[in-house]
Structures are given as structure tokens and as C-alpha cells.
């Protein structure tokens, strides 16, 4: 079946503009993970959805990032007013035991 | 707290020689284990992963890994190497339902 997809592959974005990833999971899987992957900081955690329980939003590197799961599928991750820092490629994963990536989606702000 | 070590950054091996990849871990509670590989530009794609019972697990590719509690490791193994299994790869650890916690990664180089 169809795996985990996200959109854009990349994105290139001025510092100070606002940007929406897109994560679509495999389908009947209820547990989605952002995870972010940078040069200095390797893979990080970053948002945990399951369900209909509050997401652990405990990775989160500053009240600039934010991520949303609509109807328990499709998960948008949201950065403001992005800094250089940002840069990275974001991995969206799901699954429940075993956790499946996306692609990714490759984020450099100018 | 939780943490992986991958304690080669780089590894470079002859095509169709044997291959180890350490990978020691730190978890309070039981770990789920997990390897995990990187092509350039891709996202990660799952080798193996261990749970319970046997501690030799088989993966994809002829990768496979053995979980050896008393030493808090998970490496991974393949007796003949591959020019196209040159990738980066990464140990995670995890539990059911838990973020993953994943290692700094090795670097695979495969020499003719």
C-alpha cells in the first residue's frame, strides 16, 4: 500500500516568512511523529499525535513551531517568522510499534 | 535518559567483505530496537527492528542484528557488503507508542 508522503520535497523560504509542511500517513495508522533532521542536531523529535489524546508537544524547539492533525489523518507542521536555523529536512513518521517515514520535506531559509 | 551511541561516524568496507555497525543504547524501561537507513536525499527506511524473543533478527538487504542485553547493544551485521548498501545508518531506540531516540548515524562507504 501507499506510504507515508509529505509535500513540498522542498521548500525555500525568506527569513521572517511562515511556512505549512504536510505530512499524509499510511492509512488506518493513528500514531503520526514529526522529527526534524539538521547537520549540527541529527534527528530530533519534535510532535507526537495519537488519536484523539493531546499531542506531546514536548519537542518543540520554540513557540514558533506548531503542528495540527485534522480528522485524525493529514498532519500540518507549521514554523513562524522562520529563522536561518530552521533549516532541515522535516520527516514525518507513523505508525504504531514500528514508526514508517516520509521522505521528507527539505526546508532552507535564505 | 534515553540515549543511542553510534560510536563510528564513518566506516569504510570492501565490496563483499563482512560488516558491523555498533550501536549501544541507554532506556530505562524495555527498548524496542530499531535500524534504520538513509540514501542520500531519502527518507529513512526500516531495516530491522527487535522487540521480544529471539535476539538475532533478520531485516531486509541481509542485514541483521543481535540485541545483547548485558552489554546494552544492537549491532548491525551483513557478511558481504554491497556497492549500493553505501548509505548512512541509524539505531533508534523506542517503546510502543514512544518517540524514537535516535543515534548520530555511521556513514557506510563501500571501496571496489
Known amino acids: 500500500g501507499a506510504g507515508v508522503s509529505q509535500s513540498p520535497s522542498n521548500k525555500v523560504t525568506e527569513k521572517g516568512k511562515d511556512v505549512e509542511l504536510r505530512c499524509d500517513p499510511i492509512?488506518?495508522?493513528?500514531?503520526l511523529y514529526w522529527y526534524r533532521q539538521s547537520l549540527g542536531q541529527g534527528l530530533e523529535f519534535l510532535i507526537y499525535f495519537q488519536g484523539n489524546s493531546a499531542p506531546d508537544k514536548s519537542g518543540l524547539p520554540s513557540d514558533r513551531f506548531s503542528a495540527e492533525r485534522t480528522g485524525g489523518s493529514v498532519s500540518t507542521l507549521t514554523i513562524q517568522r522562520t529563522q536561518q536555523e530552521d533549516s532541515a529536512v522535516y520527516l514525518c513518521?507513523?505508525?504504531?510499534?514500528?514508526?514508517?517515514f516520509g521522505p521528507g520535506t527539505r526546508l532552507l531559509v535564505l | 535518559a534515553q540515549s543511542v551511541t553510534q560510536p563510528d561516524i564513518h566506516i569504510t568496507v570492501s565490496e563483499g567483505a563482512s560488516l558491523e555497525l555498533r550501536c549501544n543504547y541507554s532506556?530505562?524501561?524495555?527498548?524496542?530496537l530499531f535500524w534504520y537507513v538513509q540514501s542520500p536525499g531519502q527518507g529513512l527506511q526500516l531495516l530491522l527492528k527487535?522487540?521480544?524473543?529471539?535476539?538475532l533478527v533478520q531485516g531486509i538487504k541481509g542485514f541483521e542484528a543481535e540485541f545483547k542485553r548485558s552489554q546494552s547493544s544492537f549491532n548491525l551485521r551483513k557478511p558481504s557488503v554491497h556497492w549500493s548498501d553505501a548509505a548512512e545508518y541509524f539505531c533508534a531506540v523506542g517503546s510502543f507508542f514512544q518517540k524514537l531516540v535516535f543515534g548520530t548515524g555511521t556513514r557506510l562507504l563501500v571501496s571496489p
Open positions: 492509512s488506518g495508522h493513528t500514531a
Open positions: 513518521a507513523s505508525g504504531k510499534e514500528t514508526q514508517y
Open positions: 527487535y522487540f521480544s524473543g529471539d535476539t
Open positions: 532506556y530505562g524501561a524495555t527498548p524496542y
